[in-house]
């Protein structure tokens, strides 16, 4: 057996498994028998449980990083429009922070310094702080793909002529009111492509979360691989599951690309 | 409440649009120095001249999209050259329609006469929905409620144009060289939609190039010429009877 160890976990058993290992466990068990290529997640009970966790966090991380980074776009493009003189050099700086530092840094700085001064509770014995490592990992990602977003943002709403705006403006709009119901619907349509780039490096990049602990599938992929030692196949798994999120993704967001297509314009 | 607008004590006998010696400069340019007019209720204007000679740049003073360096816009009694300007307010009782039509290319036509009674003016929305298709049948475009304005020509935008802008129930209309952008046959269609609205006794200022209409529908006729008015008069006498070298001059070479 190559199964090194799993503190407290007991023994592989996939009779009683869930129906799916029923279903390959022992395709995968004889291909390691026969072959030596180890892809214990696929007919190990545990070992499967802690892959199936894995993939609802990362997808769960994902949605989070990915909405937060695009609130922050939104909001930050429309700040860097504002009258007020702090709004704009606040988000200059920023901007400006979280393009030139490394996400990784950010990562490790917001849970090991923002974390440590954030209020925690009495967890039975020891602190427990209110913001895990999943959520500092969702604020650091979506703060850092969202300085991307503001400047995708704003490259989409100066695209808008300054005459639609007018427009609006003339009609009693106010400037916030403009850039909801005007600027932005049409700023977004321009700026989607770039949008999605952006998107696709953040899904990518939710792999650094590994970094603070959080099991998702870079992090359990590691563990998986220490306890089993099969680097090769793990590493084929990693590939195959984060190409397979991409396409979703960049398939998502082509669906919405053309559903937004607005007829004659552009 | 927010459908009273406020007046300050003007009255109709007063006139709606008063402009007094407005001066207005971009920069070390400047495009205005000293334009007086008056506009009464019901009185549609036609400003003329060569380019350049500040006439747009006078109507967008009308609504505050830009603003002023010296003198005084009242409308209805608003004074717009105030820096606590209620912006709303005015905008209410001012329509625009502008050369490029600007509509929002993402909705359709009858979206872009809806959209802004509703997100501005807070109307109930079946209200407003009948509101635009009164409105769209007035401007001839009947059918055409659904089609985005990508998809209409020139002259169909402007007329989706002026319809957005009267769906906001404006007291006074501004038109900034609306036929300016379109080919000879479209001019037509739009300019019959604004003399309806004349006839039926919309205030209007003007800023066209079109002297045959300008002659036809204008109760008064303003030439301006680098950043003054030259002369003004009713059409009958504007045109027949000019007086100063430069409208004379101007007039020769467009009409």
């Given amino acids: ?266 | 409440m927010s459908d009273a607008k406020k007046t300050n004590g003007w009255t109709p006998r007063q006139p709606m649009v008063s402009i007094k010696d407005v001066h207005k400069s971009f920069g070390d340019l400047e495009v205005l120095k000293g334009v007086s007019l008056d506009v009464m209720k019901g009185e549609c204007i036609c400003i003329i001249g060569p380019s350049g000679s500040g006439k747009s740049t006078l109507i967008r003073c009308v609504n505050a999209l830009n603003d002023i360096q010296k003198g005084s816009i009242l409308v209805e009694g608003q004074e717009v050259n105030d820096p606590d300007l209620d912006k709303l307010e005015l905008r209410k009782k001012v329509g625009m329609v502008f050369q490029q039509y600007n509509l929002f290319p993402h909705k359709t036509a009858i979206e872009n006469i809806m959209m802004a009674p509703i997100t501005v003016l807070k109307q109930d929305k079946d209200e407003v929905a009948e509101h635009a298709a009164s409105l769209i049948r007035k401007v001839r475009l009947g059918g055409k409620e659904n089609s985005y304005p990508g998809e209409l020509s020139g002259g169909q935008q402007q007329r989706v144009a002026i319809a957005r802008s009267l769906a906001m129930n404006p007291d006074v209309m501004l038109f900034d060289e609306v036929t300016a952008a379109l080919d000879p046959e479209t001019v037509k269609e739009v300019l019959v939609t604004i003399q309806d609205l004349a006839e039926e006794g919309m205030t209007c200022i003007l800023v066209t190039h079109e002297m045959g209409f300008a002659n036809e529908v204008a109760n008064h006729i303003y030439f301006t010429d680098l950043g003054v008015i030259v002369e003004h008069g009713p059409p009958k006498t504007f045109f027949k009877k000019a007086k100063d070298p430069r409208t004379k001059e101007f007039l020769s070479q467009i009409l």
Avoid at chain 1, 60 to 86: D, E, N, P, T, Y
């Fill in chain 1, 1 to 266: 057996m190559a199964r090194l160890s799993i503190a407290g976990a007991a023994p592989a058993s996939f009779e009683g498994g869930g129906s799916l290992l029923e279903l390959f466990g022992d395709f995968f068990k004889q291909l390691y028998d026969t072959t030596g290529w180890n892809f214990v997640i696929f007919y190990d009970q545990v070992e499967w449980d802690r892959f199936i966790a894995a993939i609802w966090t990362t997808i769960k991380l994902i949605i989070a990083c990915l909405i937060f980074s695009v609130i922050v776009g939104v909001v930050g493009a429309w700040a860097q429009g504002a009258k007020s003189k702090l709004l704009r050099y606040g988000m200059a700086g920023y901007i400006q922070f979280f393009r030139n530092t490394p996400p990784f840094v950010q990562i490790l700085f917001f849970y090991f310094v923002l974390g440590n001064l954030t209020p925690s509770y009495d967890a039975g014995g020891y602190q427990e702080a209110y913001i895990g490592s999943f959520g500092w990992a969702v604020i650091s990602l979506g703060f850092f793909a969202g300085a991307f977003n503001t400047e995708i943002f704003r490259s989409g709403i100066e695209a808008v002529p300054e005459s639609t705006q007018e427009a609006a403006s003339a009609l009693g709009y106010t400037r916030l009111q403009s850039y909801i119901y005007v600027v932005f619907p049409l700023a977004f349509r321009v700026c989607l492509p770039a949008l999605n780039n952006n998107l696709v490096n953040l899904l990518k990049t939710t792999t650094l979360a590994y970094g603070i602990a959080v099991p998702e599938m870079m992090y359990t992929a590691n563990q998986v691989w220490s306890d089993n030692v099969n680097v090769p196949e793990m590493m084929i798994i990693l590939f195959i599951f984060y190409v397979g999120l991409v396409a979703i993704l960049v398939w998502g967001m082509h669906r919405w690309e053309k559903s937004m297509k607005i007829p004659g314009y552009g």
